[in-house]
């Protein structure tokens, strides 16, 4: 699972749901996901509602659920979200470093004559 530096443990809205719907990968019953993406069995209810609402994941055989197609373009328009983050973190980190850089090169020497 993919994490940024510096962020709380807890999950958010969307790691929930990219959760869920990589659990609803393959045809499985509410409880093998609820298993599979730790969740209490309140919160699991809580946002199975809002993906099936949202067509993310559709229920089959009466107890089954999978993950649709429009799930499954979600789970990819949110793996190229985190991809851009991760680039955009590395840009900054690099720019930080460019930045100390440059004021070490400008005000070494007034660090020494103090």
């Known amino acids: 699972m993919f994490r940024i530096k510096n962020r709380p443990k ?3 809205r969307l790691e929930i749901v990219r959760d869920l719907l990589q659990a609803g990968s393959e045809k ?3 409880t093998r996901i609820m298993y599979r ?3 209490s069995y309140h919160l699991m209810q809580k946002y199975l509602g809002r ?3 949202s067509g993310l ?3 089959v055989d009466e107890s089954f659920y999978v993950i ?3 799930g499954k373009e979600f789970l990819q328009m949110y793996n190229d979200y985190l991809e851009r983050c991760r680039k955009v973190g590395q840009e900054i980190t ?3 470093e460019e930045l100390l850089m440059l004021e070490a090169i ?3 020497n007034e660090d020494n004559s103090k």
């Open 94 to 96: 690099e720019t930080r």
């Open 28 to 30: 499985s019953r509410k």
């Open 37 to 39: 993406v730790n969740l």
């Open 106 to 108: 400008c005000f070494s």
């Open 68 to 70: 649709t197609q429009r």
């Open 10 to 12: 807890n999950r958010t």
């Open 57 to 59: 994941m559709e229920c």
């Open 51 to 53: 993906i099936l609402e």
